[in-house]
Each structure stands twice: as structure tokens, then as C-alpha cells.
């Protein structure tokens, strides 16, 4: 059993280039259920499949929670089938009532403008903040794509950086204040950062190595609290930010999911969903006859 999970992380690792969050994800939902289960996993049934789930829910799991857990299993067993290693997914008929899912919070303009402008640049670390900060904004990346980035991603010249994080790689534009910013931290700051010459990460911690995913968003609620912006804010907010905002100045779907890296276009639309949302709320609360 436990060689078949390993090697199902193996090949969302190798394979589908997922996301370490992804595989995080699935993983602890498969050895979750891998210990409750009382018989071999190559055994498993539709009936210990609604066992399991019926369990998470008396344990006061949520429907959100429980359906997700149900999605990392359906997708182990369409593994194990496509290896070879059953004949069926026991999972492929279970329906699980989805719950209500919350549109992600974004930053107004002016929320952005207040945090873009903490970082201090008066020493190494002010401008390496303002350069990450600027560089998140302006692309929409992942946080683990930021702290990916090598100095080989990165054209000055042409004012853009390079994704290779999934499957498909991709190149995001710069606007100028991120350009400035990345250009004043490559030329002047970085290399008086670096613990060995030959290191090639883009962004680099306090002791020279590259930066963890833990560092920058220890950076981020820094730059946060000094802005006093009362809404919580994670990397993943600057990317749904860069979205809305591209979406309500002009941009096309299609132009932004390739920006953003969607495999699938209805990760997009979710930000149509959201600049509904929030006309209907200026709509009902300005209209005089809402």
C-alpha cells in the first residue's frame, strides 16, 4: 500500500508537474483515508468508500472538506486503473453535496498602492521586498512559481520573466514600476546577498539561500501590518488581485488564463463570477430603488 501512494506522488511529482501544494493536498487525503481503511487498497469497494466519507462527516468534517477528500481518491484510483492496478474506480459514482464555495477576497487599487509602497529601500532587504512584492502584482504568479525563479527566467531586456513551474511554461510581461524594481535588486542588490556566487535562485533570504515559500509570507503580513489593511492577505490574494484587475480594465479570458498558467478555462471564469458579484453590490447599495 504504501508503495502504491508513494509512487501516485511520484507521478503527480514527475508527471503532472503538480503544484506542491497540490500534492500536499492529495497526499494527506490519501494517507488519511490509507489509515482508516481496514482492508487492502487495491480492495476497496464503493461501500468503503461511503464508509469513509460518512465517517469524516461524523467527525464534523465539512461538506467542503469532505468533497475534497473525495476528489484526491477519485483521482488515486484513476491512477491505480490507468497502472493497471484495478479494474475499477470505486469512486467514480459517489456524489458528494459540495458546499457553498467562497469567491477569494481581493485588494481594491488603493489596497495595493499602500502595500507595494512599505517596503523601505534603504537596505538589501527593502529592495528585495519592493522587487517581490512589484514582481507578484505585476504577473500574478504562484508563490511557489515566485521562489522558484532562477536568474536564467529573467529577460531585462525584453521586460519579462519565464514560468516553467507547470507542465507549460509561460512568459509574463513586466510593467514598468515591477521592471524598475527587479532591475534595481538584480544589478545593485543581490549578488551582496548571495551566501555562494553560484547560487541561482532570483530571491534569496537573509542567510544567502533561496527564499521559502514560509519567508515571503512572513514578508507579506510584515508589509500588511504596516499598511494597516485590515483584510487578510495572502500570496494567493495578490494573484486573484491581478486578475480581477486585468479582467476589469479590459483583459480577455483567454488572454488571462494564459498569463496565469489555467490549465482548464473554468479557473478563470471564477473571476467573472467575482466582478459579478461586486457590481451586484454597488448596484444594490447605490441604486435609490434597490
Given at each position: 500500500m504504501l508503495d502504491l501512494i508513494h509512487a501516485y506522488e511520484n507521478y503527480l511529482s514527475k508527471v503532472k508537474k503538480s503544484s506542491a501544494?497540490?500534492?500536499g493536498s492529495y497526499m494527506r487525503d490519501i494517507r488519511q483515508f490509507a489509515?482508516?481503511?481496514?482492508?487492502?487498497?487495491?480492495?476497496?469497494?464503493?461501500?468503503?468508500?461511503?464508509?469513509?466519507?460518512?465517517?469524516?462527516?461524523?467527525?464534523?468534517?465539512s461538506n467542503a472538506t469532505i468533497s475534497r477528500a473525495a476528489a484526491s481518491l477519485k483521482n488515486f484510483y484513476a491512477y491505480l486503473m490507468s497502472s493497471g492496478f484495478v479494474e475499477m474506480n470505486p469512486v467514480s459514482d459517489v456524489h458528494i453535496e459540495r458546499g457553498e464555495k467562497k469567491?477569494?477576497?481581493?485588494?481594491?487599487?488603493?489596497?495595493?498602492?499602500?502595500?507595494?509602497?512599505?517596503?523601505?529601500?534603504?537596505?538589501?532587504?527593502?529592495?528585495r521586498d519592493k522587487a517581490m512584492l512589484e514582481?507578484?502584482?505585476?504577473?500574478?504568479?504562484?508563490?511557489s512559481e515566485l521562489i522558484e525563479l532562477n536568474m536564467e527566467d529573467v529577460n531585462l531586456e525584453q521586460g519579462i520573466i519565464k514560468c516553467s513551474h507547470t507542465r507549460k511554461s509561460r512568459s509574463i510581461p513586466l510593467y514598468p514600476a515591477a521592471l524598475k524594481a527587479l532591475k534595481v535588486y538584480?544589478?545593485?542588490?543581490?549578488?551582496?546577498?548571495?551566501?555562494?556566487?553560484?547560487?541561482?535562485?532570483l530571491f534569496v533570504n537573509v542567510n544567502g539561500t533561496r527564499m521559502s515559500r514560509q519567508g515571503f509570507w512572513k514578508i507579506l503580513k510584515h508589509y500588511q501590518e504596516t499598511a494597516h489593511i485590515e483584510k487578510e492577505i495572502t500570496p494567493h490574494t495578490l494573484r486573484h488581485s491581478f486578475a480581477v484587475h486585468l479582467l476589469e480594465n479590459g483583459?480577455?479570458?483567454?488572454?488571462?488564463?494564459?498569463?496565469?498558467?489555467h490549465c482548464d478555462i473554468s479557473s478563470t471564469q471564477m473571476?467573472?463570477?467575482?466582478?459579478?458579484?461586486?457590481?451586484?453590490?454597488?448596484?444594490e447599495k447605490c441604486h435609490p430603488k434597490s
Open positions: 501544494n497540490t500534492i489509515d482508516w481503511l481496514n482492508v487492502n487498497v487495491l480492495d476497496v469497494t464503493q461501500v468503503n468508500i461511503r464508509s469513509y466519507l460518512s465517517h469524516l462527516e461524523s467527525i464534523g468534517k469567491l477569494p477576497q481581493i485588494l481594491t487599487g488603493r489596497e495595493i498602492e499602500l502595500l507595494l509602497a512599505q517596503p523601505v529601500c534603504t537596505d538589501a532587504k527593502g529592495f514582481l507578484m502584482y505585476a504577473t500574478g504568479i504562484r508563490v538584480i544589478r545593485d542588490i543581490r549578488s551582496s546577498m548571495l551566501s555562494d556566487p553560484s547560487e541561482p535562485a483583459a480577455d479570458l483567454g488572454s488571462l488564463q494564459e498569463l496565469m498558467g473571476y467573472t463570477h467575482m466582478i459579478n458579484q461586486k457590481l451586484r453590490s454597488v448596484y
